[in-house]
């Protein structure tokens, strides 16, 4: 072996066909050499890629507390499903019931004597107001009283034994009258029932506040219009029946009437009189001592160790009997006077009714300044907070439930003239009638104003007569032109102002929806209250389009904020459609820690690194003339994609946490608001605040987009998931067992392709032919998409409950649906599944053979890493003998340097073998010519012969192994 080195180096080299033998054996060698380069690369790069795929799966942990959102918005899910769970087909009155359980959830107020006074709900009471059980009384209270005063009952006997009230209830005329006080601190009345007014009882003491006190008196049963008519009034008190006022546009409980005294005077004390006549009776006996109707009554403080303080002494209401006189004609007047024949004289009411506007008020104010002076505020009775309303326990409602309705506008179902073809004109020939009369629903929204108020309507339960008029919460234009009754439901198409740090318009702006209110300041009365408005308001007709129930919550332990909305979608076809979603967020998802702006720049360097690996692969192709080759790779492509689509997707989330925690700060800064003008209103209640309405608004904007963010957000991070997992299979594709995914999807590449074509084929006539016989009827196959996606169901899991659902939609034809059920499952699961599955088993066994004896990922790895291990060691270890300037004993080749070695001989023999001999020149040269390694190294022609005769003559087993895929020099 040495003479055989010697001839090599010193004689005239090899003879021509043992070079060329020879430069065979080197190429084989380098192509081995060559491949263990490469393997140990996409080892390296699968150990980066692995720890990108494991620090990108803990920040995608980290973006969110799934278990905390999971609590929170099953449990608010779980409450929205509950009341129509067993429902299949929604009514109107479903809507309804829907919203009442919502607030029975929601409104629940505490228990007055439980022991526990919950604020602010309960606070220190007096006589009916507040909890005094729980809370105590209220300071500086002032006891008040009452005393009614009726001149037809003298004192000590019953209002039921003086004959002028038995007339009355002969006549149906009991005036039935009622007091009770109005508070101007609590915008309410203190007695949640009025009192009745008892004459010669002995009065009514209790309790009040330092407050501006208004005293009302009512008049349940009214007379006028209903027992006694204007027609009847004017004979009956020789009226002039031109004089004689109309009956009020609406109905209410006023007292003090003009209408009222003149009926009962009529109708009453007429009827009385006309019982026992009295001698020479020549006018109406009622009128001798002038026209008096109602009660007296006395108003005053009774504080212990202060003297009694009269705020009020009132008679009856009364109308002078001179200025009844002083209100006459001569002459009888136009009906003859055909009661009082004897009575030449006719009387003109209207001017009576000038003299009893001033005299008979309903309501009177009085000031209570007993422990407070003059001008001094008032101390509120409640407190000024919002109580907190646990919507499921935990999560608190904020603000307001929101109710918003879209209507469509009306127009005549008969088509037009103009538009109508052949066809058409013949419908309406043959069908006309059926379309007379009718309204359809216009694609265009409406924003006229709908429904009633129904606290004016005497039909419903809800009916106040207290109010007195409705010009007080309605001006001309909100009342209905056919029932002169108020509109109960307004469209607000607001424009929503821009906020230049939030940049995120809003959908609604414009938009005419109907929007109601439960504010979370009601009781859990009124919130009843509310639905009953809605409900006898009309809310829902024939025009509606959609119906909106939205709340947000907010958990304050987790700090995790939830968007809760039901939508009920009215089809013009009757079905009305369901559907409910619960979308949140917690602050921590906005917040930003170490930990993740650590993660963040990690992945974001590894992402360089592989973005580094693509640079140089195109500069190569670039400088081989083949850049087009690099883009028109799809996987190429998917590598550029998630390398920046990885670290974007963090940084995106880290920027809109802080924009979007910002914007909810700004929008909370004023608290939560108060939509709701007046929650204690008797009409129009839901009539609200309208900066307070806006700021709700807004609020809300900004929580929907900011669960919008966090989903988008999410989103991003599934897609770059996939994209991970879409690359790691490209990855695997080097390693001889783990690639067998990819290489069996790759083999079976087109059988899977004309496989999925019949299976495509089959799905959509099928789905097609399920559509025409059971669309109908079950939603699952209204729409060819979502029969197609149910039959793919069916092919997976057979489906027998939807067979007999098919069965019991079609009775008279279930013989078709079972024809059509087998077939579709024999073809689809029988025939095409098993073949698929064959097509899928053929292809891994072939690709399992060519993988048998190839290294498993842990030895490759294992192999990697003791090489890279030795490889640096031995830079290290020249780097210390070059600074000792030591000679290097280990006989260490990494395969890099072999790969240079083996390239630069071979490029001598390749010169050699096909171009001209070495000059004279180079053979003079000491250690023959002078070789460039790939690296710029520069290594004589004999060092070179010397270095690889070395390694071969004295390690002819590693020749051996490498050859088996092991390194050499290891």
């Known amino acids: 072996q040495a003479v055989h080195k010697k001839e090599l180096i010193e004689g005239d080299g090899l003879g021509q066909a043992e070079l060329v033998r020879k430069r065979g054996a080197l190429r084989s060698l380098k192509k081995q050499v060559d491949f263990k380069i490469s393997q140990g690369e996409n080892y390296r790069q699968l150990f980066f890629f692995a720890l990108l795929i494991c620090l990108y799966s803990f920040s995608v942990i980290l973006v969110r507390d799934t278990a905390k959102s999971y609590s929170v918005e099953t449990s608010l899910l779980n409450l929205m499903y509950q009341p129509l769970m067993e429902k299949q087909h929604l009514e109107h009155s479903d809507v309804y019931t829907f919203l009442n359980h919502i607030v029975e959830a929601t409104f629940r107020d505490p228990v007055c004597g439980d022991g526990v006074c919950d604020s602010p709900l309960e606070y220190p009471g007096f006589g009916g107001v507040g909890c005094v059980a729980d809370c105590g009384k209220r300071e500086n209270i002032s006891n008040v009283f009452f005393l009614a005063e009726d001149p037809n009952v003298p004192s000590g006997q019953k209002e039921m034994d003086q004959p002028i009230y038995k007339m009355a209830e002969q006549v149906n005329a009991l005036p ?28 009514r003491e209790f309790q009040v506040p330092d407050d501006q006190v208004i005293l009302c008196l009512f008049h349940r049963n009214h007379l006028y219009n209903k027992v006694a008519t204007p027609s009847s009034m004017a004979i009956m008190l020789n009226l002039d029946p031109s004089t004689v006022p109309p009956a009020p546009e609406t109905s209410n409980h006023l007292y003090g009437g003009f209408t009222e005294a003149i009926a009962w005077s009529a109708w009453v004390k007429t009827n009385l009189h006309m019982n026992n006549p009295p001698p020479n009776m020549t006018r109406n006996p009622g009128l001798n001592d002038g026209l008096a109707y109602g009660v007296g009554y006395t108003f005053g403080t009774s504080n212990p160790g202060r003297p009694i303080s009269f705020l009020g002494v009132y008679s009856q209401c009364a109308v002078a009997e001179s200025l009844i006189q002083a209100a006459t004609r001569n002459g009888k007047c136009s009906h003859g006077n055909i009661v009082w024949t004897q ?39 409640k407190p000024p907070q919002a109580p907190t309303r646990p919507v499921t326990p935990g999560n608190n409602l904020i603000g307001a439930i929101l109710i918003t309705q879209l209507r469509r506008k009306g127009k005549p179902c008969v088509p037009d003239p103009e538009d109508c073809d052949d066809w058409c004109q013949h419908n309406l020939k043959a069908l006309g009638s059926l379309f007379e009369d009718q309204w359809c629903q216009d694609d265009e929204l409406s924003s006229e104003p709908f429904g009633i108020d129904p606290m004016f309507l005497t039909t419903s339960p809800l009916f106040d007569g207290r109010i007195t008029s409705y010009t007080f919460f309605y001006n001309e234009t909100e009342l209905s032109p056919d029932s002169r009754l108020p509109y109960g439901f307004f469209s607000s198409p607001y424009t929503f102002p821009k906020d230049p740090d939030f940049d995120y318009p809003n959908s609604e702006d414009g938009v005419p929806h109907y929007r109601t209110y439960l504010d979370a300041r009601m009781t859990s009365k009124q919130a009843r209250r509310a639905i009953s408005f809605l409900q006898e308001g009309k809310y829902l007709s024939n025009a509606t389009s959609v119906v909106d129930v939205e709340f947000g919550t907010f958990n304050p332990q987790h700090q995790h904020f939830a968007w809760c909305k039901a939508s009920f979608e009215f089809g013009t076809g009757g079905l009305i459609e369901a559907t409910f979603r619960v979308e949140s967020f917690s602050l921590d998802d906005l917040a930003f820690n170490v930990t993740e702006g650590t993660l963040t720049v990690i992945i974001t360097l590894l992402c360089l690194r592989m973005l580094y690996g693509e640079v140089l692969e195109m500069s190569t192709l670039w400088g081989e003339g083949r850049m087009w080759e690099y883009f028109t790779n799809v996987w190429n492509v998917l590598d550029i994609i998630t390398i920046v689509f990885i670290p974007a997707s963090l940084v995106n989330i880290i920027a809109s946490g802080f924009t979007l925690r910002a914007a909810l700060e700004s929008a909370t800064e004023k608290g939560v608001p108060r939509v709701l003008g007046n929650i204690e209103a008797v009409a129009r209640i839901f009539g609200t605040n309208l900066e307070e309405e806006m700021n709700f608004l807004d609020l809300r904007h900004k929580i929907l987009m900011m669960v919008e963010e966090s989903q988008n957000g999410r989103g991003w991070l599934a897609v770059n998931m996939l994209l991970l997992m879409m690359r790691l299979f490209k990855m695997l594709h080097f390693q001889g067992r783990m690639g067998l995914v990819t290489r069996t999807f790759s083999n079976s590449a087109s059988d899977i392709g004309h496989f999925t074509l019949i299976f495509g084929c089959v799905v959509v006539m099928y789905a097609i032919l399920a559509q025409l016989m059971f669309g109908t009827q079950m939603p699952e ?162 060092a070179l012969m010397m270095t690889l005769l070395e390694l071969i003559g004295e390690a002819p087993e590693k020749i051996l192994s490498y050859k088996k895929r092991s390194w050499l020099g290891k």
Request: one cysteine or more; charged letters at 20%; aromatic letters at 10%.
């Open 343 to 381: 009575e030449e004289k006719c009387y003109d009411s209207s001017m009576w009714q000038q003299a009893w506007a001033a005299s008979c008020p309903s309501c009177r104010t009085f000031e209570i300044r007993e422990h407070t002076n003059p001008g001094d505020p008032v101390p509120p009775v």
């Open 781 to 942: 196959f209204t729409h060819l998409g979502q029969s197609m996606m149910m039959l793919v169901h069916t092919t997976l899991t057979l489906g027998i409950q939807d067979y007999n659902r098919m069965l019991h939609m079609t009775p008279r034809t279930d013989y078709i649906t079972t024809i059509f059920w087998l077939t579709f499952i024999f073809i689809s699961t029988v025939v095409l599944l098993n073949i698929f599955l064959a097509i899928l088993v053929e292809g891994y066994t072939v690709v399992k053979e060519t993988a048998t004896n190839s290294e498993t990922l842990i030895g490759g790895y294992a192999e990697t890493l003791s090489h890279d291990l030795r490889e640096g060691q031995e830079s290290l270890l020249s780097l210390f003998c070059g600074l000792l300037r030591r000679k290097k004993g280990s006989r260490f080749v990494s395969n890099k340097r072999m790969e240079q070695l083996l390239q630069a001989w071979l490029w001598h023999m390749d010169t050699t073998v096909d171009g001209a001999p070495p000059s004279e020149d180079a053979r003079r040269e000491e250690g023959g010519r002078v070789i460039r390694l790939s690296d710029g190294e520069e290594m004589s022609e004999k």
């Open 176 to 203: 039935d009258f009622r007091w009770n006080v109005f508070l101007n601190s609590t915008q309410s009345f203190l007695f949640e029932e009025d009192q009745a007014v008892v004459a010669a009882s002995g009065g």
